[in-house]
Structure formats: structure tokens, C-alpha cells
């Protein structure tokens, strides 16, 4: 090889193969496509996870009515009955009713005494339990729930099991007024303090 002679010469090929260019570009783009696609099905996935707010904010619902069926006082529990037909809705807004009668401090004309003769009130602490089906609105049920998912099952061993409860609950509605910074709590569906939750389990306030 003489001195002058330089890195390309006549008849050999310079750079890559045009194969390896065309299989690199084929690569990249299947690297690319196999990172993108699953995070757009993720987010997907979340944006679709549980009702949307036109199910559950509708001012033009009418009041649900309900009744009480059960009250157990030793458990500060309080079971209610509200019709089959009742929706989310109409739900959600017989929760936010109850929160505002508790603020105004009128929920004893609609609630039971859970805590009678309490200093913070009648209803210092209370679970309130929403059923669409009064077989459940019962004192075992209430019990069964009130105690959690985590309770020994020979406690009371022919009550009925957590997770059978759980999925019958439309509602739930939590009062604790010793915890200032949240002393309200109200849902669609049931869940513990645990965190097992029913299946239509939605935080609402």
C-alpha cells in the first residue's frame, strides 16, 4: 500500500452495509413502538377504571328515600334501607345530604343516636351502612362489618362472611369526630381500614 493511498479505495464499499442500516432503523422502530404502546394502554386502562362524574354528580336526581332499619349502639352502627331501583347518583347525593345535616347539626332527626349524650354530640362516631337490601341491613351484617375483614371467623362463626357483606354495601358513610383533620367519610361501596374494599368501591368525600 503506497503512502498516499487513502482509508476509501476504487471498488470497496464505504460505511455500512446498507442491510445493517436497513435492519438498525427496523430495530429502532420496534424498540420504539414496544415502549409506547403499552403506556397508552395504560393510560387507557386508568382513565376508564370506575364510573365517570356525569354517573355520579347529577343535580336532577331525585331524593332518594330511605329507611332505617337497623341500629346497634354498642357498635355506633346504623343500617339503612334505600330502594333497589336507587342509582349512584342518587346515592351519592343522600351521602352528601347526611354530611350536611351532621354539620348543621340536624342528623338525629334523620339518624338514630349512635352516641348518646356524647360531649362532641349523637353522633360522634358512627357507620352508617347502606343497603338496597333489607336482609343485609341487619344485625349481624352490621357486625360482621363493623369488625373488618381481619377478625377471627369463629368470633361469630354463623354470621355472615366479610366478603359477602362487603359486596351488598351501596354506601357507607363514616363519622369520627375525634379525628379533626378528617372527621367525615363517605362512599360508594365498602372498604375497611384495612383498605379491602368492595368491588364498586368509590371515595366520594
Given at each position: 500500500?503506497?503512502?498516499?493511498?487513502?482509508?476509501?479505495?476504487?471498488?470497496?464499499?464505504?460505511?455500512?452495509?446498507?442491510?445493517?442500516?436497513?435492519?438498525?432503523?427496523?430495530?429502532?422502530?420496534w424498540?420504539?413502538?414496544?415502549m409506547?404502546?403499552?403506556?397508552?394502554?395504560?393510560?387507557q386502562?386508568?382513565?376508564?377504571?370506575?364510573?365517570?362524574v356525569?354517573?355520579?354528580?347529577?343535580?336532577?336526581?331525585?331524593?332518594?328515600?330511605?329507611?332505617?332499619?337497623?341500629?346497634?349502639?354498642?357498635?355506633?352502627?346504623?343500617?339503612?334501607v334505600?330502594?333497589?331501583?336507587?342509582?349512584?347518583?342518587?346515592?351519592?347525593?343522600?351521602?352528601k345530604?347526611?354530611?350536611?345535616?351532621?354539620?348543621?347539626?340536624?342528623?338525629?332527626e334523620?339518624?338514630?343516636?349512635?352516641?348518646?349524650?356524647?360531649?362532641?354530640?349523637?353522633?360522634?362516631?358512627?357507620?352508617?351502612?347502606?343497603?338496597?337490601?333489607?336482609?343485609?341491613?341487619?344485625a349481624?351484617?352490621?357486625?360482621?362489618?363493623?369488625?373488618?375483614?381481619?377478625?377471627?371467623?369463629?368470633?361469630?362463626?354463623?354470621?355472615?362472611?366479610?366478603?359477602?357483606?362487603?359486596?351488598?354495601?351501596?354506601?357507607?358513610?363514616?363519622?369520627?369526630?375525634?379525628?379533626?383533620?378528617?372527621p367525615?367519610?363517605?362512599?360508594?361501596?365498602?372498604?375497611?381500614?384495612?383498605?379491602?374494599?368492595?368491588?364498586?368501591f368509590?371515595?366520594?368525600?
Open positions: 500500500m503506497s503512502e498516499d493511498q487513502g482509508p476509501y479505495q476504487e471498488g470497496k464499499r464505504a460505511g455500512l452495509h446498507p442491510l445493517v442500516v436497513v435492519f438498525g432503523i427496523l430495530i429502532g422502530l424498540l420504539f413502538v414496544a409506547i404502546v403499552p403506556s397508552s394502554r395504560n393510560k386502562a386508568a382513565g376508564t377504571e370506575g364510573p365517570s356525569s354517573v355520579i354528580e347529577d343535580p336532577e336526581a331525585a331524593p332518594v328515600i330511605f329507611k332505617v332499619q337497623t341500629t346497634i349502639l354498642e357498635m355506633n352502627a346504623v343500617g339503612l334505600v330502594p333497589p331501583q336507587a342509582t349512584d347518583s342518587q346515592i351519592v347525593a343522600l351521602l345530604r347526611l354530611k350536611q345535616d351532621r354539620l348543621a347539626g340536624t342528623l338525629a334523620q339518624i338514630p343516636a349512635t352516641t348518646p349524650g356524647h360531649k362532641l354530640g349523637d353522633h360522634a362516631i358512627a357507620d352508617i351502612y347502606i343497603f338496597s337490601d333489607k336482609r343485609f341491613a341487619e349481624d351484617t352490621l357486625r360482621t362489618l363493623t369488625r373488618g375483614a381481619h377478625a377471627p371467623g369463629t368470633l361469630y362463626p354463623g354470621a355472615i362472611p366479610f366478603e359477602t357483606a362487603m359486596e351488598e354495601v351501596r354506601a357507607h358513610y363514616r363519622i369520627d369526630l375525634n379525628d379533626t383533620g378528617s367525615d367519610n363517605g362512599s360508594l361501596g365498602f372498604a375497611d381500614e384495612s383498605g379491602v374494599h368492595s368491588k364498586h368509590r371515595r366520594i368525600f
